[in-house]
């Protein structure tokens, strides 16, 4: 099954994004995303879809279809001026003259001529109609009218009527053509606001995503085996090839260093601007800048294989998820239109009857049609949730899931897993003790002839920092699941290296991490510490203090755990724990109020599924970071409180957004039914009521995170 990803342009509405993905769905795809926000759309399709012929289907409802990728790839063209823009530009100077009637006796006597009107507006009508109508009549015909099924019935009804006076030679009385041209004219202009509003909320994807394409210094060799530079686009880059980055340069590319150190700028990525020092071999993340230094890398991931291309696909799929909240509103999008049209008519007629006039009572009646707003409604949340996924993206916070974002706002508990998570994962020798009768340098010799055959990281600390030159030639080593590693020498003699299982009949004490053992004999112990993260004990603190529960889980000894949790001040330890079991812990504490599980390893990846939001940090297992919801990006913990305040602010401005278009129809709709609004302010409401929408998610930006 293939992903397809498209740009779909011409959407304006919330029942513009729920046409498609009806029609999709219809087609029998799966895993439909559709963001009105953004214009993405992206879906799941077997082999035998022909994307050819959905295309034509979606250009057939309306809308168009572009390629990222092939965008991408073409040459840069000029950016052309926004289609609203052009009609607005186009239907302004008609308009302004019709206007000029409104001026009373200082008027043109010649404007006051119907048919002038009538050729005045014309241009005007057939402009709107030609956007408005057609895509009025396709929503019809697709079962769910969209918004602009309301402004053409408005602009048409003024027309028509209009039309309808000059023909019969009514008199001025029946003349409404600058309301008719006024409403046609203004949406327009409303419509390139909102598109302008809109597109301020995906800025930060924007940013990520403009530094995906660079010149790279791409390395080759002549031949005389001479090394040449030449500049080449970012997008050329394959996996293996050589790279020179120098001061002041963006990587192009995920890379490994094979020659020279640097200072590397990550922010783009983790937020963090202080610059991390890399040296040969440390991989580099395209998109990041060297502040200092010179490397020359291999390629790694280019294009839409690298880091950065896979977290700007990540935000926009989740830019594409429905929240619960936006559900209701998607509901009450899709039934607007007709309660509208029904408003509408009813208020013709009951100002009709109460007015005995038809021109007041139709004027009405068109405020009605124009000021209504489900485009507020279907943007209050895509609006917030895109500026919250953006900003969280550059804070080093990506979020897999639109849903997930919002379910921050009811964590209360935060589970902590031990080992990578609160601390590095790094161990280091803290204390070691050889027996009376035995050497020092005897136990090294052992310890490292052992250790360096495991994987295990307490083995690599121990063989990192015990190199010694003479080592033990063993006829039999092997690796004895949950006891430790095992040699025979050529003589017959055997040692262990491992856990207190090997030495349990010979010493009651415990309390080590390694044991050596020779024969029948204890020939030493070693300690070893894992260096607690040093954002861990301030992250536990600030949760602690927003009235957080916190949470040690671990499969850890018990004293190692506790020891930790005194260290961080955490009361709740659950330890001794195997994956099984984390999985049963986290299931009761979630049933008790909603947890966040915070986990690294692939023992954790079990626990972090069922958690309410699963968190990873970036170090952690490929499997861990596939099952969680949430990666934290930024080397560590320090942005866990950001992560959760950014859920409780962004779940706080959808609200207000949705509050604003419920209250914006709620009210503007009866005002208009009283004439209280004329069509052309009805019409220039409505186009602004968005904007208010994208300016309250713009706040989003500013809104400290603590």
Not at 64 to 78: F, I, L, R
Not at 290 to 299: M, N
Not at 451 to 457: A, G, T
Request: net charge neutral; with cysteine; aromatic share 6%.
């Amino acid at each position: 099954m293939e992903t397809i990803n498209w740009k779909v342009e011409g959407m304006t509405c919330s029942t513009c994004a729920l046409t498609i993905n009806k029609y999709l769905e219809k087609k029998g795809l799966q895993n439909i995303k559709v963001s009105l926000a953004s214009g993405d759309v992206s879906f799941n399709a077997d082999a035998d879809i022909d994307p050819a012929q959905l295309e034509k289907g979606i250009h057939d409802l309306g809308y168009t279809v572009t390629h990222p990728q092939a965008a991408g790839n073409a040459p840069a063209k000029k950016t052309p001026l926004n289609k609203h823009l052009r009609y607005f530009a186009f239907c302004l100077p008609f308009t302004l003259v019709l206007l000029g009637h409104m001026l009373g006796h200082n008027a043109p006597h010649w404007l006051m001529n119907p048919w002038i009107q009538l050729g005045l507006c014309l241009p005007v009508f057939i402009a709107g109609m030609r956007f408005f109508g057609r895509s009025a009549v396709k929503s019809l015909l697709n079962g769910l009218p969209n918004m602009n099924v309301l402004i053409a019935l408005g602009a048409t009804a003024a027309f028509v009527y209009s039309l309808a006076g000059t023909v019969l030679g009514l008199g001025p009385d029946y003349l409404f053509y600058e309301t008719a041209a006024s409403i046609i004219t203004v949406v327009f202009f409303g419509y390139y606001v909102e598109d302008a509003s809109v597109k301020a909320t995906q800025q930060s994807l924007k940013s990520l995503a403009s530094t995906q394409k660079t010149m790279a210094n791409m390395i080759a060799f002549d031949d005389q085996h001479q090394e040449v530079l030449f500049p080449v686009d970012s997008t050329q880059l394959r996996s293996g090839d050589l790279i020179l980055v120098r001061t002041g340069e963006q990587v192009p590319a995920d890379c490994k260093i094979l020659w020279g150190d640097a200072g590397v700028d990550e922010s783009i990525l983790t937020g963090e601007s202080l610059p991390i020092e890399k040296k040969t071999r440390d991989k580099l993340i395209g998109g990041s800048l060297l502040v200092s230094g010179t490397v020359k890398a291999q390629v790694t991931a280019a294009g839409d294989a690298s880091v950065l291309a896979g977290i700007v696909r990540l935000v926009k799929q989740a830019q594409g998820e429905k929240p619960p909240v936006q559900q209701l509103a998607d509901r009450i999008s899709a039934i607007f239109v007709p309660v509208v049209i029904g408003l509408a008519l009813l208020t013709f007629i009951g100002n009709y009857v109460f007015l005995h006039e038809a021109a007041p009572a139709l004027m009405r009646s068109i405020a009605v049609l124009v000021i209504a707003c489900p485009c507020a409604m279907g943007l209050a949340t895509p609006a917030a949730i895109a500026v919250g996924l953006g900003r969280g993206a550059r804070k080093g916070i990506l979020v897999r899931n639109a849903k997930h974002l919002e379910a921050f706002r009811t964590i209360r508990r935060v589970v902590f897993d031990k080992t990578g998570t609160l601390t590095t994962g790094e161990f280091t020798i803290s204390n070691w003790q050889a027996a009376k009768d035995t050497l020092p340098e005897t136990l090294k010799e052992i310890a490292f002839s052992l250790e360096k055959y495991s994987n295990h990281p307490i083995a690599k600390a121990i063989t990192k920092e015990w190199k010694v030159t003479q080592t033990i030639r063993w006829t039999k080593v092997e690796e004895v699941k949950g006891r430790g590693m095992r040699g025979e020498t050529k003589e017959g003699e055997t040692y262990w290296a491992g856990s207190y299982k090997i030495a349990a009949h010979l010493t009651h004490d415990d309390s080590h991490n390694v044991y050596i053992v020779g024969g029948d004999r204890l020939l030493g112990t070693i300690d070893v510490a894992d260096a607690i993260r040093p954002e861990a004990a301030a992250v536990v603190k600030q949760l602690q203090e927003q009235g957080i529960d916190t949470v040690l889980l671990s499969g850890d000894r018990l004293a190692a755990c506790r020891r930790l949790a005194n260290t961080l001040g955490i009361a709740n330890v659950l330890a001794e724990q195997s994956p099984e079991q984390k999985l049963q812990q986290v299931t009761r504490l979630n049933a008790e109020m909603p947890v966040a599980m915070v986990g690294d390893g692939i023992n954790d990846a079990p626990a972090l599924a069922r958690a309410t939001v699963g968190i990873s940090i970036s170090d952690a297992s490929q499997l861990a970071i596939q099952t969680a919801d949430v990666v934290l990006m930024s080397q560590g913990l320090k942005q866990l409180p950001a992560a959760l305040a950014l859920g409780r602010k962004t779940y706080a401005t959808i609200k207000g957004n949705l509050f604003w278009a419920f209250a914006y129809n709620i009210i503007a709709i009866p005002v208009a039914a009283i004439g209280g609004l004329t069509p052309a302010v009805a019409a220039l409401a409505m186009g602004f009521s968005d904007v208010v929408l994208a300016a309250n998610s713009l706040r989003l930006y500013t809104k400290k995170l603590n």
